[in-house]
C-alpha cells in the first residue's frame, strides 16, 4: 500500500525544468560522412561473410540439389567419403550441413569442414569415381 501511494505521489510531483536527469534517454549519433558509413562487407570480423555474398549478377543463389543430396544421404545413413584439395581422404556419415560446412561424423569423432576445401565427395560403396570426372 505504501508503495502505490508513493507511485501516485511521484506522479503528481511537480518537474523541475533544470538540467536533472528524468529517466528519458536520447540517442546520439554522430554525424559521420558518408564515405567513412559504408561498411565492406568482405573485411568484417567473421571470417566465413565471404560465402555467403552473392555476386549479384542476377543468377538464382541455389537450385537446392545440394540439400537434396546432403538430406537424401543424412536420411539413409549412408556412409560417405570425403576428398579434400590437399588429397586427405575421410570417411564417415553426414550429420549436418548449412552453406559454408559440412559436419562429418567419423567414426566417434566430428568433424566440420568448410565447403571450399572439399575436392569432391563420393558414396564409399560406390569406391573411387574415376579420375577428372568431379573437378
Not at 50 to 65: T, Y
Not at 80 to 90: A, F, K, P, R, S
Not at 118 to 135: F, Q, T
Amino acid at each position: 500500500m505504501a508503495l502505490k501511494k508513493a507511485l501516485v505521489e511521484h506522479k503528481s510531483a511537480p518537474r523541475n525544468e533544470d538540467n536533472t536527469f528524468n529517466g528519458t534517454r536520447k540517442l546520439i549519433r554522430p554525424h559521420l560522412p558518408p564515405t567513412e558509413r559504408r561498411r565492406d562487407p568482405v573485411h568484417t570480423d567473421d571470417p566465413l561473410t565471404h560465402a555467403m555474398i552473392s555476386d549479384g549478377h542476377g543468377v538464382p543463389e541455389s537450385s537446392h540439389a545440394e540439400a537434396f543430396y546432403f538430406q537424401k544421404q543424412m536420411q539413409q545413413q549412408t556412409e560417405m567419403t570425403v576428398v579434400l584439395e590437399d588429397g586427405e581422404q575421410l570417411h564417415g556419415f553426414i550429420q549436418w550441413y548449412d552453406k559454408c560446412v559440412v559436419k562429418l561424423q567419423v567414426g566417434r569423432n566430428r568433424v566440420l569442414i568448410y565447403k571450399p576445401c572439399i575436392k569432391y565427395l563420393y558414396k564409399a560403396s560406390e569406391g573411387r569415381p574415376a579420375s577428372g570426372v568431379m573437378k
